[in-house]
């Protein structure tokens, strides 16, 4: 259950491409990131399970300038789960307009499409504590 070198850089270039995207408010462009019925779940953050892109598009619109400036994506970790799937754990920093950061760990599911990798599910994990011994 191998993936390739190829498939793991475009992999990582896809959870880049997230940032990038939602930082410019390009939500248009985001069917190069999410399949249509991506599920996105927020709810450790107290939010909801928001289906679907266009949900997802509209969300972040009403959040505004509650909107992070910037989102940072790190330490991508790609577990493959077949030949044309994967598990991807990532780490997020959001940083805020008042210069505030937070750090999350996205946990992501990536699917091969015809159009390339898409993340189909999304759960976002914040980090509120450091780790204790």
Do not use: C
């Not at 598990?87 to 307009?97: R, T």
């Amino acid at each position: 259950m191998a993936i390739s070198t190829a498939d793991r850089l475009a992999i990582h270039e896809l959870l880049a491409l997230h940032g990038h995207l939602s930082d410019a408010g390009d939500f248009d462009r985001m069917g190069e990131v999410f399949v249509a019925d991506v599920e996105y779940n927020l709810t450790e953050l107290g939010g909801e399970v928001v289906h679907g892109r266009d949900a997802l598009r509209d969300m972040a619109i009403e959040l505004g300038d509650g909107n992070p400036l910037a989102h940072h994506v790190t330490n991508v970790v790609v577990s493959p789960l077949d030949a044309d799937a994967a598990l991807v754990h990532s780490k997020g920093l959001g940083i805020g307009a008042g210069g505030t950061v937070a750090s999350v760990t996205y946990e992501d599911i990536v699917r091969r499409t015809p159009d390339g990798w898409r993340i189909t599910h999304r759960r976002i994990v914040p980090r509120r504590t450091p780790l204790q011994p």
